[in-house]
């Protein structure tokens, strides 16, 4: 029987609760599928700063880099606000996406039918959406140097970000977008700002480029990034792929989150190139939600993203892509059943924990198995 090495690290706020879902699910999955799955659980985020004194120590990175996938929760909180920022929370997710190269961003945007009525836009607007939003992840503005405070002597300081792309960096998140686009409706919308960005017109300039030498049989347009936020609001069915560097995604994913009803919906797969050899991709896959600090420990948020997390890492980096669909067909089928998390309640369902979320859907995925 295969082997398949998954590293879990569950970090902060919710995260545990939401991983210890997934765990379930890996146990039901060996159970009825064979698929021999091994876990090994580390820490990142705070909860490493405390026990390590980093936020992702070195013989973590070593696990990530040896494992064939690792899922990862969330890390932040208040209790770490103090920290330096080389420590911060956040820099332990920094690291593993460069340091395992995972420079494209896959987060699908999904409206599940049931789902249409739980977000702040009206049913028409949203239902039956589909989009997938391929950021760049390990360029651009949260990496860029210089980066730095610095003080001018003058009782004033300055304050420097780098924004920048190499184009073999444009090159690779564009075929990556427009390779899924091929697989999908055929339709990629870029998003940068070239009216006032270099980095945006070169931007515009490489992903034009790969489309007309590579990809001419496919879309593609282009949207300055504000546009396409408003654009996004107005009338999301509009899009398939939208491709767009590290900061506007960050910013216009939690927008396309909130679209499918909850940021406790959204899922994400961060991919590195292929193996010349082996042909494998290392793989981090995430909820795009945070910790929630402020529901964590409660048991009431909702693991759905976290689990469709491993839907996508069944999907990407395993291609069990029977499995992957059984599992998001559970998910979907109880939200149907009417069982909601508190982010997600609406009038006339049931309310659940995490955990009875996660039961419900290995229930469901358990029996598209035994039957
Ligand atoms: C995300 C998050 C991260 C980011 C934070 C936690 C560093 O917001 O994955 O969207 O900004 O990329
Ligand atoms: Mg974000």
Redesign the pocket.
């Known amino acids: 029987m295969a082997t398949r090495k998954l590293l879990l690290l569950p970090g902060d706020g919710i995260g545990p609760e939401a991983m210890a879902e997934v765990e379930k699910l890996v146990a039901v999955m060996n159970d009825v599928t064979g698929s021999g799955f091994v876990t090994e659980t580390a820490l990142v985020g705070g909860a490493a700063y405390d026990a390590e004194g980093a936020p992702v120590s070195d013989a973590t990175m070593d696990l990530a880099l040896a494992a064939d996938a690792v899922l990862f929760g969330?890390?932040?909180g208040p209790k770490w606000d103090g920290v330096a920022y080389e420590k911060r929370?956040?820099?332990g997710?920094?690291r593993l996406?460069k340091d395992m190269q995972l420079f494209a961003?896959l987060?699908p945007a999904i409206c599940y039918p049931a789902l249409a009525d739980a977000s702040s836009l009206k049913r028409e607007i949203i239902e039956g959406l589909d989009l997938l939003i391929v950021?760049e992840?390990t360029g651009g503005v949260?990496f860029g140097e210089p980066k730095e405070i610095i003080d001018l002597g003058n009782g004033q300081k300055r304050a420097i970000d780098t924004q920048v792309y190499d184009t073999y960096e444009i090159e690779r998140i564009a075929r990556a977008a427009f390779e899924l686009a091929r697989t999908r409706r055929g339709k990629v919308t870029s998003m940068e700002k070239r009216n006032v960005m270099k980095s945006g017109l070169y931007w515009n300039e490489v992903v034009t480029r790969i489309h007309r030498d590579e990809y001419a049989d496919l879309t593609l347009e282009h949207m300055l990034a504000d546009s396409g936020g408003m654009q996004l609001v107005r009338a999301p069915k509009q899009f398939d792929v939208i491709v767009t560097d590290?900061?506007f995604?960050?910013m216009l994913?939690?927008i396309a989150a909130m679209l499918t009803g909850s940021l406790g919906m959204l899922p994400?797969a961060s991919l590195g190139a292929a193996d010349e050899v082996t042909g494998r991709r290392k793989a981090l896959y995430?909820p795009?939600h945070?910790?929630a600090p402020d529901i964590a420990g409660k048991g009431i948020a909702n693991p759905l993203a976290m689990i469709a997390s491993f839907a996508m890492a069944l999907r990407y980096s395993f291609a069990m892509i029977a499995e992957a669909d059984a599992l998001d067909a559970s998910i979907a089928e109880v939200l149907e059943s009417g069982g909601r998390t508190a982010d997600i309640m609406a009038e006339g369902c049931r309310r659940i924990g995490t955990s009875e979320m996660g039961d419900a859907v290995a229930e469901r995925f358990r029996a598209r198995f035994s039957s």
């Open positions: 969330a890390v932040g929370p956040e820099a997710l920094l996406r961003n987060r950021r992840l949260y590290n900061l995604g960050d994913s939690d994400s995430e795009v945070g910790s």
